[in-house]
């Protein structure tokens, strides 16, 4: 069964910037819509970009112009690249198919944005 692996995550200031990874034990990022979801604490986990096979991407409106989605398929890799960070990108950090897969939720990654 194909597992995906999510780091990258940390503490970082105001304005800062980090790149998240997620890595699958198999070829999966070809096969589907792929995204990246996150919760806070006291939220309902939330859809914040999406890749398609062809390289396609779409973003919420919160992280527009922010963050971005990128994969490797040949790496069974997908990032995420989140710059100008603010506390409120505050959460777990998830890699899923899109629509999500219960089978595929990992651990997740924490981010915290603080001063």
């Known amino acids: 069964q194909v597992q995906l692996v999510e780091s990258g995550g940390g503490l970082v200031q105001p304005g800062g910037s980090l790149r998240l990874s997620c890595v699958a034990s198999g070829s999966i990022f070809s096969m589907y819509v792929m995204g990246w979801y996150r919760q806070a604490p006291g939220k309902q986990r939330e859809l914040v970009a999406t890749i398609i096979s062809g390289g396609s991407t779409t973003y919420v409106d919160a992280v527009k112009g922010r963050f971005t989605i990128s994969r490797d398929n040949a790496k069974n890799t997908m990032y995420l690249q989140m710059n100008s960070l603010k506390r409120e990108d505050t959460a777990v950090y998830y890699c899923?198919?899109?629509?999500?897969?219960?089978?595929?939720w990992g651990q997740g990654t924490q981010v915290t944005v603080s001063s």
């Open positions: 899923n198919s899109v629509p999500p897969l219960s089978q595929y």
